[in-house]
């Protein structure tokens, strides 16, 4: 009778989502490559190319021309400076990759904007067809507004593209709402600053949030500038709290002014709990 082989766990290949560089300064890297350069350049035993190679560094803020230089003068290196110079060329290569990603979407988005087809894009985004061109692009859409876990897949695009809508949908909504209360807003940031021109609250010379208020309260033009004044009036009310933590004087000196307060922090701040 045949032995019957028996199955192990079946394995499954986990596709993690591709990772980007961040918090490394490109322009350090740059620097640390041709300080590896210039210091073996100054060894006994240096050719002069590598001397002579130093002379026509491109400047560290050229990071495509850093690379194309350091890749023609890598031979210069040797041993642990060859390593570490080569891998820096790796990571000032991958920066580039990630700052072009965003220029180029925002150059497709310009181009669709003033009307180019997809099949005058298709050639510039290097495919050979309609879909081709528009499947790079949600893709590369992807890379640069979606989170962490997305992949640069359709399925990805269009769960990003479904999420900017129902973000953009939440966004108006909330507007709308907060341009409904805005005559409620303007009335309590009016109370706050008649209370701040009669120094009645405790604020401080260096106090940023109350002058913006004071800037800004008249020129409230569209639903997103007064939906903002709320927020501006919310960071005015809290910064002026903040202030009687450090120091020994009341938020408001009179009842006046603590009641447009209280009025303003009801209306912009969430309940507060015992």
């Known amino acids: 009778m045949p032995r019957t082989r028996k199955k192990g766990p079946e394995l499954t290949r986990t596709r993690r989502p591709a990772q980007r560089l961040s918090g490394i300064d490109p322009h350090a890297l740059s620097a640390r490559l041709y300080e ?10 240096a050719r002069d190319a590598a001397q002579e190679a130093l002379s026509r560094w491109p400047g560290d803020a050229a990071f495509y021309n850093v690379l194309l230089w350091a890749q023609q003068h890598a031979e210069h290196l040797v041993g642990q400076e060859a390593q570490e110079a080569s ?53 590369l859409a992807v890379t640069v507004r979606g989170l962490a876990e997305d992949r640069r897949s359709p399925e990805a695009a269009r769960a990003l593209e479904a999420r900017i809508a129902a973000e953009a949908l939440e966004r108006q909504r909330r507007e709308e709402a907060e341009d409904a209360r805005y005559p409620l807003v303007q009335a309590a940031a009016r109370r706050v600053l008649a209370a ?51 120091t020994d004087r009341e938020a408001a000196a009179t009842d006046e002014a603590g009641q447009a307060l209280e009025a303003a922090a009801s209306l912009t701040h969430p309940p507060r709990t015992s």
């Open 36 to 45: 590896l350069h210039n210091e073996a350049s100054k060894r006994p035993d």
């Open 87 to 139: 891998v820096l060329r790796v990571q000032l290569s991958q920066l580039l990759r990630e700052r072009l990603d965003p220029v180029q979407l925002r150059a497709v988005e310009d181009a669709r904007a003033a009307g180019a087809t997809w099949e005058r894009l298709a050639p510039a985004l290097a495919v050979d067809s309609v879909t081709g061109a528009f499947n790079k692009a949600r893709r």
């Open 196 to 246: 701040y021109e009669r120094s009645e609250l405790c604020t401080q010379p260096e106090d940023y949030w109350i002058t913006e208020l004071a800037e800004v309260i008249d020129d409230r033009t569209n639903p997103l500038e007064r939906a903002n004044l709320a927020l501006i009036l919310r960071n005015a009310t809290a910064e002026i709290y903040r202030n009687t933590r450090h």
